[in-house]
Nanobody, 124 residues
Framework: QVHLVESGGGLVQAGGSLRLSCAAS????????MGWFRQVPGKEREFVAY????????AYADSVKGRFTVSRDNAKNTVYLQMNSLKPEDTAVYYC?????????????????WGQGTQVSVSS
């Protein structure tokens, strides 16, 4: 099990940038595949990005491809989500999640551990 804490959310104008961080506890962080998801009240949770344990493999939702970049620093037990060219439709609570198997990584069920979320609001 890994304990996850997100930070870096906030209010930004359309076209701006934010970098989210997700700090993990535990000594086996590099064993975990990590995902970013987001959720708007009243809507289902949506996959945003994925990164493998080594950082060598990534995947993105079509809606964020080319604008968002996921990365990780295993020495710091941290995964990042760099968000550029933000749009009002990116407004949501963003969650990081950790899992061990890297199967069906676009599904929330692939992950065992979740952070508490951080709010991202993009004004037009």
């Amino acid at each position: 099990q890994v304990h996850l804490v997100e930070s870096g959310g906030g209010l930004v104008q359309a076209g701006g940038s934010l970098r989210l961080s997700c700090a993990a506890s535990g000594r086996t962080f590099s064993s975990y595949v990590m995902g970013w998801f987001r959720q708007v009240p009243g809507k289902e949770r949506e996959f945003v990005a994925y990164i493998s344990g080594s950082g060598g493999t990534t995947a993105y939702a079509d809606s964020v491809k080319g604008r968002f970049t996921v990365s990780r620093d295993n020495a710091k037990n941290t995964v990042y989500l760099q968000m550029n060219s933000l749009k009002p439709e990116d407004t949501a609570v963003y969650y990081c999640a950790g899992g061990l198997w890297g199967i069906d990584v676009r599904l929330g069920s692939a992950y065992n551990d979740w952070g508490q979320g951080t709010q991202v609001s993009v004004s037009s």
